[in-house]
């Protein structure tokens, strides 16, 4: 069987020579046909190239683990898994026992507290079998059970869940619809009723609006990126009917963090600008209207001021991002509805926000965008978009910048009116 091939210590060892001498494909390929057959030598060689890959998304040195090309896609990273460890509750109440719904290779529980003993909940038996042997590997225990989630036995009973609903059948399948996945979110509401408390891993653009007042919607990313919008229930939910944005650094400590009561206010999108969002983030590339975050707030209307800034992606997904500008600058505004620029009169600080102080602004035609980079002396450009259809590459070859200094153009809008400006990023 394949479990027992790529788990045999001959191979591991042989897997662990290799990538010490850093040998080559042909090189592998070579010394595996002395002792293996066609189909041993491709299952062996597609392991081998996930080894590096788990080792650096879990964190786990020279260990083994076993997985999957989409077992891994999917799986929960250390940044994340540690984290999220640091939620559950600890003490002499907080319960022992807990279900890792839909367990996958297992990735949820890697982190878990050592008090806390998991058992991997799912209908796969070729994810079941990763998990038993990852959770060994990592944690010393690995019990597993066969079930549909949705109806697991009376006698099979935890205090605490956890769930990643699954949203792709197939590797490189990028689901789309934030809604489909199985079990249903609305199945996962009925699974949390079985337990004291659990968290549910949704994708960021999951609608909040579906979400019950009474849990916790926690977004979860690094300084650029937002990868979970997660549910905490019952006893995980230390503030029912709030929501908070979380950077956490690269070992998963807390870097940075906001909350607020929900408001269905910045919840909500009308339903034209919710479709047109949708519309656009189906596009690629080029085709894309808003290359970059784009997001409803409730932060007025003004004029570009000294600084524009860039919210971090978790701030976007949350719409936190106008209450953590109003901190740091009472004036903080938009330039124009449905773009995440802000611009305030005094810096807004990292990791919230990516600064950049205004240089000059011009109306976004070519003959004006080249004279305000002469006059300013600019050779080399970022070029940003937002709100604005272009190819930048294109549009960089065709304003033939010349100069020495460097600068960030921004082409976006400022009231619905397509501007460039020119910035500098701003340095704390």
């Not at 990028?174 to 408390?197: H, W």
Request: with cysteine; charged share 30%.
């Amino acid at each position: 069987m394949l479990k027992e091939l790529l788990t045999s210590t001959a191979v591991q060892e042989f897997i662990q020579g290799a990538l010490a001498k850093k040998m080559d494909e042909l090189q592998v390929s070579s010394a595996l046909a002395k002792k293996y057959s066609f189909d041993e030598r491709a299952a062996i060689m597609d392991y081998m190239a996930l080894v590096p890959k788990f080792r650096e998304k879990f964190g786990t040195g020279k260990a083994f683990l076993l997985c999957d090309k989409l077992a891994l896609e999917q799986s929960t990273a250390q940044d994340i898994g540690r984290y999220k460890a640091e939620l559950w509750p600890s003490g002499p109440d907080a319960g022992s026992t807990v279900h890792d719904l839909c367990c996958g290779m297992g990735g949820d529980s890697f982190f878990l507290p050592s008090h806390l003993h998991v058992t991997g909940i799912d209908m796969d038996t070729d994810r079941l079998d990763m998990y038993a042997y990852n959770n060994r590997a990592l944690r010393g225990e690995g019990r597993t059970f066969q079930a549909d989630v949705r109806d697991i036995p009376s006698n099979e009973r935890a205090d605490y869940f956890t769930i990643d609903p699954a949203r792709r059948a197939t590797e490189g399948d990028n689901q789309r619809d934030l809604t489909n996945f199985t079990p249903t979110f609305a199945e996962v509401l009925e699974i949390a009723k079985r337990y004291r408390g659990g968290m549910a891993k949704l994708p960021p653009g999951y609608p909040t609006g579906e979400i019950p007042k009474d849990t916790e919607i926690v977004y979860i990313g690094g300084h650029s990126d937002c990868r979970e919008c997660l549910v905490l229930f019952g006893e995980m939910a230390k503030a029912p009917g709030t929501v908070r944005a979380v950077i956490v650094d690269k070992a998963g400590k807390l870097a940075a963090q906001w909350s607020a009561e929900r408001d269905e206010a910045r919840e909500v999108r009308a339903e034209a600008e919710q479709r047109l969002f949708e519309e656009n983030f189906q596009r690629e590339g080029r085709d894309r209207v808003y290359r970059t975050a784009s997001s409803q707030s409730d932060l007025p209307l003004g004029e570009l001021s000294k600084y524009i800034s860039e919210p971090a992606a978790v701030l976007v997904r949350s719409r936190l991002f106008g209450i953590a500008a109003r901190t740091h600058d009472s004036a903080a505004h938009l330039i124009s509805e449905g773009i995440a620029y802000v611009s305030s009169d005094s810096p807004l600080p990292s990791p919230g926000f990516t600064c950049f102080e205004v240089i000059d602004h011009s109306e976004l035609s070519t003959s004006a965008v080249r004279s305000m980079l002469s006059a300013h002396s600019i050779g080399k450009l970022t070029l940003k978009l937002r709100g604005v259809k272009l190819d930048p590459d294109a549009e960089i070859a065709r304003l033939k910048p010349k100069g020495k200094e460097r600068a960030i153009l921004f082409y976006t809008r400022a009231y619905g009116e397509k501007v460039a400006i020119l910035a500098m990023r701003y340095e704390e």
